[in-house]
């Protein structure tokens, strides 16, 4: 009975302090050493979150850039694709405004297009709006009065617009020589090219008129 006593004592003993024990947790030292790990883990996992965010959001400018510039190579083929003549010889198929200033370029380019969706001919103006930086194709049916029945459309953002025309010579040439007489059949250019530039990279377009003589 006495043994039985003895070895109970020594299990509560033993108990106790295992219980002790787990009421006393973490030391200090370790609590420190836990918050230190912790710290470095969210400082590592912030700076890659960050650099990460960058990347993204550059690759995503650089994406919508290409499609902006995409976009406008598909307008600008398919308005000189449908360009034609007019019998109202007042209207010139092709006209092109030249303002040079130093590397940068806002030229004005005017077409006559057959515009899908529309009975008649349209007039289509292309320049580059420098208050925004983003260059505008405007429409309008070819004899409705300036800025009557106007459409525009913004084609991205260029700090650059220079348009330049073939000639029979195989020349690029600022522009085509007006005709003496209005009842001769216009003179079309072999091409047309245009370069812009997006956020400091030029692109450019080669456009063949397939009105040009051979």
């Known amino acids: 009975m006495q043994k039985m006593s003895l070895r109970s004592f020594c299990l509560n003993i033993k108990s106790n ?4 024990a787990n009421i006393e947790g973490f030391t200090l030292l370790e609590v420190l050493m836990a918050l230190t790990v912790f710290a470095l883990i969210v400082s590592v ?3 890659a979150l960050g650099t990460s965010g960058e990347g993204f959001k550059q690759l995503q400018a650089s994406r919508d850039q290409m499609e902006q510039s995409s976009w406008l190579g598909k307008q600008l083929r398919a308005d000189v694709n449908s360009s034609c003549n007019s019998s109202l010889h007042d209207l010139r198929p092709i006209a092109v405004k030249y303002d040079a200033r130093g590397s940068i370029h806002v ?3 005017s077409l006559l297009v057959r515009e899908a969706g529309h009975s008649g001919l349209s007039l289509v103006h292309y320049a580059l709006d420098e208050e925004k930086g983003v260059l505008i194709r405007a429409s309008r049916m070819a004899w409705a009065r300036d800025g009557e029945g106007l459409d525009k459309l913004e084609l991205g953002r260029v700090s650059s617009f220079h348009v330049e025309l073939m000639n029979h010579d195989g020349q690029w040439v600022q522009n085509i020589p007006a005709l003496a007489d209005q009842q001769i059949a216009f003179d079309w250019p072999k091409a047309l090219r245009v370069t812009i530039v997006q956020a400091h990279r030029e692109r450019q377009w080669i456009l063949p008129f397939f009105l ?3």
């Open 17 to 20: 302090k295992v219980k002790r």
């Open 45 to 47: 996992v912030y700076i």
């Open 107 to 109: 030229d004005e380019l």
């Open 212 to 214: 040009a003589k051979p």
